[in-house]
């Protein structure tokens, strides 16, 4: 498994986390903790802000794993590499802001590579980013998906088509018959057409992950607040919950890998409220959110 060295891949992955953390400092105008580790799974840095004055928890991870036997979250849908020998390295952050006007954001970029049954390499990419607000502003969420168009453009028209339809398929809490929020991007398998041009497409969704969120940070973060707002932001945080633990793929590889549980439920939410049977006041902006919890175009 040697291609990706060729392509600087590891070298990509840690400059990215290492930008994003940047920007993010400059914002919350705090260092993060930076938290290295290493075992006999992989190596990875762990960066992240716990109650800070604008993130309440951001937590942008780089890892590198390596096993004998690929778990069967990552399998499942490739029975020649069942017990193959794998590698897989990426980035992954989600940020729950404080204030409840600022949306929860989720962000992943990944590298996948195997050894089939005939002993030959195999590589896949995957990755997106999505948008989970309280209180939806249609400019901001417009904004959030023209970047993750313009992020995809380039490679062809029909990319963020698909990979817009495929997050809204992916984010989607079955048990709640809600969407998480509202949507982005999400991709998996790409080894199209080449190894080249699959990195490329990642690069490119991981370096404009700034250019959708930020600006969104900074137009909403000085809202002012209720007890109101931050109870229905508590609230909304438990579907985040949910999802992850019941439907993640990210998080039942990441288990399934041994890999380092800490740094794994770190894209849990701090502080989180589940409560009976809440029915919001129609035409409150807390029942509006119920109409942007189903797909639709945003471009």
């Not at 994003?20 to 260092?31: G, H, T, Y």
């Not at 992916?170 to 199209?192: C, T, V």
Request: with cysteine.
């Amino acid at each position: 498994m040697q291609i990706h060295r060729n392509f600087k891949t590891k070298e990509y992955f840690t400059s990215l986390q290492k930008n994003i953390v940047s920007s993010l400092e400059e914002i919350e105008c705090q260092k993060f903790l930076y938290d290295p580790w290493n075992n006999d799974k992989g190596e990875g840095l762990s960066c992240l802000i716990e109650n800070g004055k604008v993130f309440e928890r951001a937590a942008v991870l780089f890892s590198n794993m390596k096993g004998d036997k690929l778990p069967p979250t990552a399998s499942e849908k490739k029975p020649d590499l069942h017990d193959a020998k794998w590698e897989a390295m990426g980035v992954s952050l989600v940020i729950h802001p404080k204030n409840p006007y600022v949306p929860t954001t989720h962000m992943n970029v990944r590298l996948f590579m195997a050894k089939n049954h005939h002993g030959n390499d195999v590589f896949w990419f995957g990755g997106g980013m999505d948008l989970t607000p309280y209180y939806v502003f249609e400019e901001d969420a417009k904004h959030f998906h023209t970047i993750c168009y313009q992020s995809l453009k380039p490679f062809g028209s029909n990319f963020y088509k698909n990979y817009k339809n495929w997050c809204d398929k992916y984010f989607f809490i079955k048990h709640r018959n809600e969407a998480r929020g509202i949507g982005g991007i999400f991709f998996d398998d790409l080894n199209e057409p080449d190894f080249a041009t699959s990195f490329n497409i990642v690069k490119s969704v991981g370096d404009n992950f700034v250019n959708a969120y930020l600006p969104i940070v900074k137009k909403r973060n000085n809202i002012e607040y209720s007890e109101k707002e931050r109870e229905f932001q508590l609230y909304r945080r438990s579907r985040y919950v949910e999802f992850n633990l019941i439907y993640d793929r990210g998080t039942s590889f990441g288990l399934q890998s041994e890999g380092r549980t800490e740094s794994i439920l770190l894209s849990m939410p701090p502080t989180v409220k589940w409560q009976y049977n809440y029915n919001p006041s129609k035409e409150t902006p807390e029942f509006l959110l119920n109409k942007y919890l189903h797909p639709r175009e945003w471009l």
